[in-house]
């Protein structure tokens, strides 16, 4: 009896602690919450983590950030917030591409708010009902190996690469997931279901291979595995700072236009902390946040006017941007998903 | 009215748990599409497309699970059976590969075997790029990351068998026939309960096939997830998976049916040892070793190098780090704390109840983490007491419960199957209640399979991923969360660091602890007496 009743003061005072750990913790949770904002992030945290530490550092406020991994790696954030909907966590939804955030529109998560950070914005990357404003673009890009592939021999336009001379030669990622999910059902939008349904079937003739995400895309071009690849500005940067055989093509800037890829920030409904939210996306829509995207590895394409672009990108008033209307191009996902399923075989 | 017994009380407390944090979750996001009455039936009837993917995925859990068995289970043998000299290390390294997390080491593959891989550098052409990436890839690097939990699961098993059995089996033929008639037989309920582990987790892979450019259905549940943002659909998908793994779990137990595994004589009594098989069997375990930890970790290390800094990349990692030690240990006893009393349910019950008890704890592992996930936001994310709980770090162990509870509990019920039930019979007679007869018969004589539960729910649950992204109060992290938060364009050199950071960070409690363990010593050497007479050592 004694022996048991040893054990079981044990027990208790280890459960004890246990309990006390987690609650201390609990504790400071709530503690924090009084002057704080929480943002969910799907932009890439090696990039928007400095710029929500410098958030931090100027206002004193604390940012309860949730970030996001690669889309194929989980089922990433706009699902939670579609699944929180009824009781939102977060305050502010910071995303790099527009799909999720439309769809987030279409399933009423967000609120509308007009920042006085977005005036400079064009009039095209701000929502007209004001649920997101777009800054800080990314570009889709043809990268290509530069030991394997002269400047000027590599493709120029996204339509090229179902050339011959590319046979098995060519990468891209699942299209049915992140950016190139945006980028498929923005030029089924723009240049019509026959030509592009053609478009990939000759894709796929020719060997293309589809991996799991864009950066796998610029490791096999660097690697020099394949010799070409479709995928993100920032992407082929991280590699060309790093010393990698890799460069980029800005695509059909004679034809459809360049596919430009805004950051979007939108205002949570019903969130904990909507003033903090508010002030957050003001800071995150201002010149000096633009400037610090554009100088990083992201080398984002600032959208206010007079706020120095990055190195290696050009500058967007240099080339014409693809005319797209962002709503129609989201709205077309999840029927090209089907289509590209059965015509790729994915 | 008579009172409920203890053991009918603790085993309903265990049920009631396991209900309420196994199986509402996933009920509950059933009920959304049955409530809305969206659910198009249609999409439960797979096309050609869909059906060749599960074929895929069939193809890819049943040939990791026979392999990694084929792998593991001869080492579980060895571990338990060959005199090995530091054989605490030796089963630390060789269980050390299924801390890696599967999707680096199918990366660290890509970097050997890819067309400018280690390989093809040190050839000078690409001869192995084609199998590189390929089902049989996939097949060969799940089973090299899985091996170590069938290899656990049949070394608690065998060390349960009477020795005495082999010894007398030795006396009339080979030893070789010993071993297939009398060894393997009585292990297989604990050898086969490791192999449903790794069908399951197998064919819950997609990050894995996807960069191995497998094609398997498990995407088809992700992508209506993470492209179509349709719960209701991902769930109907969801159930052709589910259904395959019940067939699996059904067809296996009704093959291993209710063997009679245990003797009247007690644990540990001497095991027939094969001094015979040491350089044989060390052999496959360097061979194993090298091939499952030492390739990979070069692999990484030699990309780590690439690295300008170290600093940069770990700075920053302490809490996430803390965040998963503690919450993996804790969330791990609390697992075990319940599957233990399930276990022992299961293993206590009628053939028929078992087996569907079995197949039950399958079907509540298989179901994809993230609809385990979106469940738990639903249940807990209410106003009052339940939200003060999901704004909070418990959400985590609930997650590890959510996830892991039926695999512990599978586990156990299979070490506990080797207790006679003449025991407790004899403690009851003696006056014993329920409670003590559990805590100074029984559990004694299955703490190593508690003690490997553990471990195995501690690994899973240190680099769970699906549940937790999606559960982790704002602003906290595991350590697998920064990582895969990290990895988005990181260069390969940074994702090799964190990997290899993660590796060093659970291998080091689990090295100490096994340290801890060894360094006992076993009461034959203390001079008490042994358990062979079915007395419990003091």
Known sequence: MRRFTQRLLFVASVLLGVAGVVGCRSSEQSQRSEHS???????????????????????????????DTEETKSTGLANRLIAEKARPQADVFWSNEPVRTLVLKSRQVLAPYRSPSAEGIPAALVDPEGYWTGFSARIRVIAYNTKLVKGDDAPRSVFDLADSTWRGQVAIADPRFGSTSFHVAALYATAGDVKMD?????????????????SVVRDLVARGEVKVGLTDTDDV?????????????????????????????????????????RRLIDYLLSSNVERQLAQSEAVQIPLHAGVQGPKNIPAIETFRPMTLDYTKAASRVEDVTGRLAAILGL | MQRPSSRTVVISIALVLFVACCLLP?????????????????D????????????????????????????????????????????????????????????????????????????????????IAEWTYSLPAAIAVLSLVFYPLSMLAAEVAIRRIDGRLEEAASLVAPPHLALRRITLPLAAPGVLAGALVIFVLAVSEFSVPGLLRVRVYTTEVFTAFAALYDFGRAVLLAIPLLVLCLVIATIAVTIV??????????????????????????????????????????????????????????????RAIANS??????????????????????????????????????????VPSTIVGVGLIGLWNRPGLLGAVYGSDAMFVLAYLARFVPVAALAIAAVTRYVPVSHEEAAAVSGAGWLRTMTHIVLPQVRLGILIAWVIAFVLAFGELGVSILVAPPGEATLPIRIYTL???APPSHVAILALLQTAVVLTPLGILASLISRRPSPRAQGLPNEADGRVAR
Not at chain 1, 37 to 50: A, G, K, L, M, W
Not at chain 1, 204 to 210: E, H, L, S
Not at chain 2, 112 to 125: D, K
Not at chain 2, 356 to 364: E, G, S
Request: overall charge positive.
């Open chain 1, 237 to 277: 940067n991280v590699a060309i700072e790093d010393g990698q055989s890799i460069a980029m093509v800005l695509p059909d800037r004679e034809g459809l236009g360049v596919p430009v890829m805004p950051n979007m920030v939108s205002l949570i409904a019903n969130g904990p902390h909507p003033e903090e939210g």
């Open chain 1, 37 to 67: 904002v929480t943002i969910y992030v799907s932009t890439d945290r090696v990039f928007s983590e400095p710029v929500l530490r410098e958030y931090e550092t100027q206002t004193g406020v604390r940012v309860n950030a949730v970030y």
């Open chain 2, 487 to 489: 990895i988005a364009n």
């Open chain 2, 44 to 127: 439960l009837r797979l096309d050609a497309r869909q059906q060749g993917l599960l074929r895929n995925t069939t193809l890819l859990g049943a040939g990791t699970a026979l392999l990694a068995t084929g792998i593991g289970a001869p080492l579980g043998l060895a571990l338990a059976r060959v005199p090995f000299t530091r054989k605490t290390l030796l089963r630390v390294a060789l269980a050390a590969p299924v801390l890696l997390p599967p999707y680096i080491m199918a990366l660290s593959w890509t970097y050997l075997g890819g067309t400018r891989g280690f390989v093809a550098t040190l050839v000078g052409s690409d001869v």
């Open chain 2, 257 to 318: 049916g209710e063997r009679h595994v245990s003797t009247n004589r007690g644990l540990d009594t001497g095991a027939a040892v094969l001094a015979d098989w040491r350089r044989p069997a060390g052999a496959a375990a360097l061979a194993t070793l090298a091939l499952a930890l030492a390739l990979p970790l070069l692999v990484l290390v030699r990309e780590a190098l690439g690295a300008e800094s170290l600093r940069g990349i770990v700075e920053g990692s302490g």
């Open chain 2, 26 to 42: 996933i009920a509950y996001l059933l009920i959304i599409p049955l409530g809305s009455g969206t659910i198009a039936y249609g």
């Open chain 1, 198 to 214: 053609d478009f990939f079937r000759r894709l796929k003739a020719n060997g293309v291979r589809i991996v799991d995400g864009n």
């Open chain 2, 325 to 366: 030690l503690l919450f993996a240990c804790i969330g791990a006893t609390a697992v075990v704390g319940v599957a233990v009393w399930l276990g022992y349910a299961r293993a206590r019950a009628r053939a028929r109840v078992g087996q569907l008890a079995d197949v039950l704890f399958v079907f509540a592992f298989a």
